[in-house]
């Protein structure tokens, strides 16, 4: 897992992220790249400039239909049940 410093805002909640990690090893984010906002738990993708946009409909079928995705989706809303692991809300 690698992390780095990026400073990108949420479209959906306008959380504002200051660093992005990767599960990838030493993968670098890129265009088109799905995140998962830690906020609001709502999918976003990465521009050009690393800017964070909501996905289009295309990206949204495969985000909704990928069962990595899906997984990571279900373990965010069990972290927001779980005392300890919500964030400061």
Not at 7 to 27: A, F, N, Q, T
Not at 40 to 58: M, N
Request: proline share 4%; with cysteine; net charge neutral.
């Amino acid at each position: 897992m690698s992390t780095r410093n990026l400073i990108s805002k949420c479209p959906w909640c306008s959380y504002e992220h200051d660093r992005v990690s990767s599960l990838m090893g030493d993968h670098e984010p890129k265009e088109g790249d799905a995140t998962m906002c830690i906020d609001c738990g709502r999918w976003c993708c990465f521009t050009a400039d690393l800017a964070l946009r909501k996905p289009d409909q295309v990206e949204a079928m495969w985000l909704a239909s990928d069962s990595d995705c899906r997984e990571l989706a279900r373990l965010w809303r069990v972290s927001q049940n779980t005392p300890g692991l919500r964030r400061g809300k």
